[in-house]
């Protein structure tokens, strides 16, 4: 790293064990669309765009896990790099000429694109923010960024931040984007905790397991074969109105979460198709670290999984 790349960024810190393998998995898999976080918002009423676009920039710049990089090549360990500036991060899209489905074709050709393409994790910003317009007073917000930035804890945060800062802005006073404490306190704090506690944890944890449990599904076809790096993809079943209640009522006479129901219910397929009784797969937790004051409020990942169920 030169003396003038240096003068160019704001910070240099370790990754979190979570980012190094968010890391390798994405590095692994770079036309999959691993850990590509792609969300959509429709947005009705009038809009000023300059006011929108600008807001994004203020929340963008006030954090400095959004202006993050990462390094992998020259070093012993991976490190990730906070840069004083960016390449703009905002994109201004007018399709209001297009009938609806070649406005909503054009959308998805973008995001599909982007999924292959990926984000080049060495090169700012790994967040992206489009406005599009679809019509007078119809547009939809597109934001794209890799998860290795932040988990979804943070994005609450920073669209209060936003809605903030995009009020302040239309209504000519200044703009005040909250600063909490910074990431690189989070790292701070892990580097002090005693690793081989943590391995005892895991180990009593996880004592009895010697294997990953095998979901064994047969490969029907060449595609699926090909697939073996399978490319991200969502699936939605939808519960109508009486279903919502039934699954609602289901849960609260045996006062569990629907989570907690769909995690049990996980852990009987994966037991009936591995023929174990001791499953083990991963389950997202939002919580954090009630040890490390003012953690509730940071901008970065900070996520954490597993779950260990006897069935």
């Known amino acids: ?51 929108f676009l600008e807001a994004w920039r203020q929340v963008i710049g006030a954090h400095p896990a959004l202006r993050t990089s990462f390094l992998w090549k020259t070093q012993k360990q991976p490190l990730q790099v906070v840069h004083r500036q960016i390449a703009d991060p905002v994109e201004y899209i007018d399709l209001e000429g297009l009938a609806p489905e070649q406005q909503e074709a054009h959308i998805q050709a973008l995001l599909e694109q982007e999924q292959r393409n990926g984000f080049n994790l060495a090169k700012p910003p790994l967040i992206r923010v489009r406005l599009v317009r679809l019509g007078a007073g119809r547009h939809e917000m597109v934001r794209s960024f890799h998860h290795i930035l932040m988990d979804a804890w943070c994005i609450s945060l920073i669209m209060v931040d936003f809605v903030d800062a995009y009020d302040a802005l239309r209504q000519g006073r200044a703009v005040n984007v909250r600063k909490p404490r910074p990431y690189r ?111 509730e409020d940071m901008i970065g990942q900070i996520g954490r999984a597993s779950c260990r169920e006897r069935v």
């Open 1 to 51: 790293m030169t003396n003038k790349t240096a003068h160019h960024l704001e910070d240099v810190y370790p990754l979190s064990p979570l980012q190094q393998g968010m890391l390798f998995q994405s590095l692994l898999h770079q036309e999959s669309g691993v850990y590509l976080m792609q969300d959509r918002y429709r947005i009705g009423g009038e809009l000023s765009v300059e006011a």
């Open 185 to 295: 306190d989070y790292i701070a704090w892990l580097q002090q905790q005693s690793l081989p506690e943590a391995q005892g944890f895991w180990q009593q944890q996880l004592q009895g397991l010697d294997a990953p449990t095998p979901l064994v599904i047969e490969r029907q076809t060449r595609q699926s074969q090909y697939r073996e790096a399978v490319l991200v993809d969502d699936t939605l079943i939808r519960f109508d109105a009486q279903q919502t209640r039934e699954l609602t009522q289901f849960c609260q006479s045996r006062r569990i979460t629907p989570n907690t129901l769909f995690q049990g219910a996980w852990a009987v397929l994966l037991s009936r198709y591995s023929g174990l009784r001791d499953v083990l797969f991963g389950v997202t937790v939002s919580g954090r670290p009630p040890q490390l004051a003012g953690v």
